[in-house]
């Protein structure tokens, strides 16, 4: 019953920025982490960022200085603001959260993808 929607995805210039969102709803009590995974095709999953409840953050090295993840408590939002893009940064990307379900088991549950493509 808990749903995991990401959104603003799209095609983009290199050099361009572009922010996603993800929006946690449904049965959940509470959230733990919520962050951000990548795969481009031929490659494994990776993660991109991610951000704990105390906002305490870390980012893959591919990513740091370029993106920035945040987190708005009271919405069960995490956003990701992606500038500086590269073409090597096209990939589907997955919104992950940690959370409680309102049978108080933990679980990880993950948003469905919105593709990023940045053309040189």
């Known amino acids: 019953q808990v749903q995991v929607v990401e959104s603003g995805g799209g095609l983009v210039q290199a050099g361009g920025s572009l922010r996603l969102s993800c929006v946690a709803s449904g049965s959940i009590l509470s959230i733990n982490s919520m962050g951000w995974y990548r795969q481009a095709p031929g490659k494994q999953r990776e993660l991109v960022a991610t951000?704990?409840?105390?906002?305490?953050?870390n980012y893959a090295d591919s990513v740091k200085g370029r993106f920035t993840i945040s987190r708005d408590n009271a919405k069960n939002t995490v956003s990701l603001q992606m500038n500086s893009l590269k073409p090597e940064d096209t990939a589907v990307y997955y919104c992950?959260?940690?959370?409680?379900?309102?049978?108080?088991?933990?679980?990880?549950?993950w948003g469905q993808g919105t593709q990023v493509t940045v053309s040189s």
């Open positions: 951000i704990r409840s105390d906002d305490s953050t």
């Open positions: 992950n959260v940690l959370g409680t379900d309102t049978y108080r088991v933990r679980r990880l549950y």
